[in-house]
Structure formats: C-alpha cells, structure tokens
C-alpha cells in the first residue's frame, strides 16, 4: 500500500446541532464513552494511515487537545493508581503524526480539503469527515477495501457508498453506478448532492470516506459555488467524472454501517447504538431501557 495521508475536515459551524455546538466541535461531542473524532482517528491508523491532517477552524482548539500527549494528567493517574484510566489514554500513542490547517472562512467541504494541497503534493490520499463513524466488526476493513481498488483501478476517486432508503435520498450525496468491474468496485457514472424526488438517481448514498488522486485539486479550483456561497465537494467529484476520469464506489458490507453525528436524530441513534455495545455499561443499559419501553 502507497497511500499514508489522510486528511480529516473539521472546521464545519455544525449548526445543525445548536446549542451544543454553540462553543465546541460537533466532531468532540462523544458517543459511547469516545468523541467522535477518535473513532475517526483510531480507524485512520488502523488502516495503515498514519500521517493525519485536520483541517481545523475557530472553536476547535480542543481537538488539538484531545489527541496532544497530557503528561501531567498521566503522572496524575499512575500517583493514584488508576491503571482503568491509564489504558483509556492509550489512544495517545497511536503510531500516527498530526498535521493542522486552518479554514478561517467556512466555504464548504471541497475548499476545506483544498487547503491540504501543500500537505498532500502529489500523492493519493484519503479524505475521512470527522463528524461520522463508521461503524463494523474491523475497523479500518473499509479504506483497505477501498485503497485497494483505487490503487487497482488507478482511479482519481473512490467513494464509500451505503444503501439508504429512497425517501431518504434527499439527505445525501447519491451516486449512480455502472457494472460491478471487479475487485468490489463499480464504475460511478454520475454524482448529485442533496437531489429532489424527482431526479434521484439511486439508492447508494455517499457514506464519509473517499480516497482522491491529486487530480481532486485540480477540480476543486474549477468547482463552481453552489447557491449558499459553498463549494461542494460532490461537485468537485461530478467534474473530475465529466474529465473523463476513473471514478469508483465501494459499498460497505452488511456488517459495516455509517453514523453520521451532524444531525439529532442520527447522533441519538449512534449514540444509543454504541453504549448498548459497551462491554462495561451496555448490559445494564439493555435492562434499564427495555424495562424503560
Ligand atoms: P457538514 O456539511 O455536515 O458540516 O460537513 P457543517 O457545515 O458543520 O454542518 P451544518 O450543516 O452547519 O450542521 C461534514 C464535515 O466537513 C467539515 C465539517 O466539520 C464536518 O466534519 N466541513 C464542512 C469543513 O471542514 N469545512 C466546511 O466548510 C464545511
């Protein structure tokens, strides 16, 4: 595998969770007894990615934080003896550097990963949003999946893709998709973010991961605004469709699944989901809600 970069957006208002977002990342706010940025982190690293940049923005100082090694903290922890907790802050050596860059001006998703061009010069690399987990038996199975076909294909962009429910279209990226060509890819013939009932072109919503050729940068640079001023990375991606370039989808298995935190409704289900899994407190939290309901 060549591809070690990965570069995780975290600079979004998050505004569609106000007022908890009002002074902290959405991508902090934590599901089970993580934030969400750390499942993003530790799945990074699992999939052999170890040189990591945020592209962070105002209000996300503590990001920085959470992954900055806290000596005095630890000290803190073995003087008590407090070995449980010392094992929680493992994370904090996971074998991975931490790069930032700053989006001061929240342009939307496709500028955000433009501000990374000097860090990636003129490698693949993959793009991982902070605000959604993926969630499965193996972490990190995904982007090995998908760096695989991207390295076989020779592909300018590979998505992760998962089934949604047509009603639910609306919500998501949707992609439209060719044959399956082998090694689990299937060719995307056209991209629409957000499409009306009218002019869905599937069911295969984009799920959070993508892996990009720098050809993306290239794209990004002739990516239009859309109507609220953003650039849009699915716009990015339609245009290096139209250059004619190869661009894959590789859905997620049955087993794998994506929880995306930017809204209520899908953080309480995340959030739900992960705590009844917990070893610790998910059996006590299993009796408690079905006496509950
Ligand atoms: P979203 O579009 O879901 O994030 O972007 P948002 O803009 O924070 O959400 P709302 O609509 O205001 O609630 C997905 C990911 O991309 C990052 C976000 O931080 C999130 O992790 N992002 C988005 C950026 O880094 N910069 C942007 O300009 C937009």
């Known amino acids: ?6 570069v995780i957006p975290v600079a979004g208002h998050g505004t569609r969770l106000l007022p908890a ?34 592209v962070t923005g105002s209000k996300k100082r503590s990001i920085e934080d959470h992954f900055d090694k806290d ?10 003896g407090r070995q449980n907790l010392i094992e929680e802050m493992k994370y904090q050596e996971l074998n991975v550097s931490f790069y930032y860059v700053r989006q001061s001006v929240q342009r939307g998703l496709a ?8 860090f990636i010069d003129d490698e693949s690399f993959v793009v991982a949003l902070g605000d959604s987990i993926i969630g499965g038996i193996r ?21 992760a893709v998962e089934k949604v429910p047509p009603e639910e279209a609306f919500r998501y990226g949707i992609v439209e998709v060719g044959e399956e060509t082998g090694h689990g890819a299937f060719p995307i013939k056209s991209v629409v973010e957000k499409p009306n009932a009218e002019e869905v072109p599937g069911d295969l919503a ?4 993508y892996v990009f050729s720098p050809a993306l940068f290239d794209a990004i640079d002739r990516t239009m605004p859309d109507k609220g001023g953003e650039l849009q990375l699915t716009d990015s991606i339609d245009l290096l469709i139209r250059q004619g370039l190869p661009v894959y989808a590789v859905p997620l298995t049955e087993k794998e699944r994506r929880y995306d935190i930017g809204n209520y409704e ?6 739900v989901d992960f705590a009844l899994a917990d070893e610790k407190y998910g059996h006590t939290l299993r009796h408690y809600l079905s006496r509950k309901l």
């Open 111 to 118: 500028d955000a990963i433009g501000l990374a061009r000097g």
């Open 21 to 54: 977002t009002k002074s902290q990342p959405k991508e902090m706010l934590p599901v089970g007894r993580k934030p969400v940025v750390q499942y993003v982190v530790e799945e990074l690293e699992s999939s052999g990615l170890n040189q990591l940049l945020f």
């Open 266 to 271: 899908s953080y309480f289900k995340a959030f």
């Open 1 to 6: 595998m060549s591809i070690f970069k990965a």
């Open 71 to 80: 000596v005095d903290l630890l000290e803190l922890l073995h003087k008590g």
């Open 139 to 159: 972490s990190g199975a995904l982007l090995r999946r998908m760096i695989d076909v991207h390295e076989k294909h020779k592909a300018a962009c590979t998505i």
């Open 206 to 209: 984009i799920a959070a991961r």
